[in-house]
Every structure is written in structure tokens, then in C-alpha cells.
């Protein structure tokens, strides 16, 4: 085994090199898209590398506490995003502490995934989140409903859930598949 961790060493500034050229590929694809430098029918591709490092990075400028090791995976019209939260310190750094019932109940960090279907078309999308799960704790259909429509949209009104909304910079559709997002523009 100790013959090994020479190899592992030279590894790990590899593996920082490929998270930020991951991140790197990322924002420079995003860039082209927002500021319209892409023809008229242009497709890109976003591997989920790349929007893993995306996250990565972007996420503790959004949330600066409470939210770690955030991770998407994608498959065929689905994604799903893990992260350990810790909703004390993320409710916290919003402003709104949650009273001493609340903290009891979910004071330290907690496995969360959230599996949503992503469906698009005619330059218009739609997130319906199929479950969520906190600790081991799945959570789906009328129960998720209740949460969705009486926590989250109330802290976060701009959310739109299970509602379709319009793309923005020309973009027609988004098809996610295992390992990738394809971005399409109009024609």
C-alpha cells in the first residue's frame, strides 16, 4: 500500500486540473449561450462533469452556508441533484432562523435528493419534482405537493415548479439524457 500513495499524490493535482477545466468548458458554454454567440439551430452539450464542477463552484456563491458536496445526476429525461444540508445554518444564513422546535428536529447536515422529469419543447420547459428524500426519508405525490406548494414556494416564489416557463436566449428545448444535457436553439 505504500508503494501506492506516491501514484495517489501526482493524481490529486490531475484530478483539481480536470475539475477546473470541467468548470472551465462549463462557464465558457454558458458564456456563448446568455451573450446569443451562438447560430441560429446550435446545439450544445453539457456533460454532467462538467456541470458537476459548475456546481460545485457556483453553488457556495449562491449559498454560502449550510449546503455541501452537491452532486447532479442525470438520465433520460430525469435528473437528480444530492447535497448534504444542514437547514439550521441554511435557514440561518437567509435571515430566517427556524424557532428551537424546528432546530431540534433538524439541527446537523442530512442526505437530500431531489429527482426531477424535465420536460421541454417550443422554447418552453417544465421541472416536475417526482421525490424528494431527507435521510433515508422519500417523500412523493400528495405529501410533496403539500411541502412544494406550502414551504417551498412560500421562502422561494419565483421557483417554478410542476409549471411551465419560458427559456431564455433562443433556446428551444433541453433534452437530458444519461451523462449529458443537450442544449438546442431555434432554428
Known amino acids: 500500500m505504500r508503494r501506492f500513495w506516491p501514484l495517489a499524490l501526482l493524481a490529486l493535482p490531475l484530478l483539481v486540473y480536470s475539475a477546473r477545466s470541467d468548470y472551465a468548458s462549463c462557464q465558457r458554454k454558458f458564456d456563448l449561450i446568455e451573450n446569443d454567440r451562438l447560430r441560429a439551430g446550435s446545439r450544445v452539450t453539457l456533460s454532467q462533469r462538467e456541470l458537476n464542477a459548475y456546481v460545485e463552484q457556483e453553488l457556495p456563491k449562491v449559498v454560502p452556508d449550510g449546503v455541501r458536496e452537491p452532486k447532479l445526476e442525470l438520465g433520460a429525461g430525469i435528473a437528480t441533484g444530492t447535497a448534504l444540508i444542514d437547514f439550521v445554518k441554511l435557514r440561518s ?6 424557532g428551537w422546535l424546528m432546530r431540534q428536529m433538524l439541527q446537523g447536515e442530512h442526505p437530500v435528493a431531489v429527482t426531477a422529469r424535465i420536460e421541454s419543447a417550443a422554447g418552453r420547459a417544465t421541472v416536475n419534482v417526482q421525490s424528494v428524500a431527507i435521510a433515508g426519508i422519500t417523500i412523493e405525490g400528495r405529501m410533496l405537493d403539500y411541502l412544494i406548494h406550502n414551504y417551498l414556494l412560500p421562502y ?3 421557483a417554478k415548479v410542476g409549471e411551465p416557463f419560458e427559456l431564455s436566449h433562443n433556446i428551444d428545448r433541453l433534452d437530458v439524457a444519461p451523462t449529458r444535457v443537450d442544449v438546442f436553439l431555434k432554428k
Open 156 to 158: 422561494y416564489p419565483e
Open 93 to 98: 444564513a437567509q435571515g430566517k432562523p427556524p
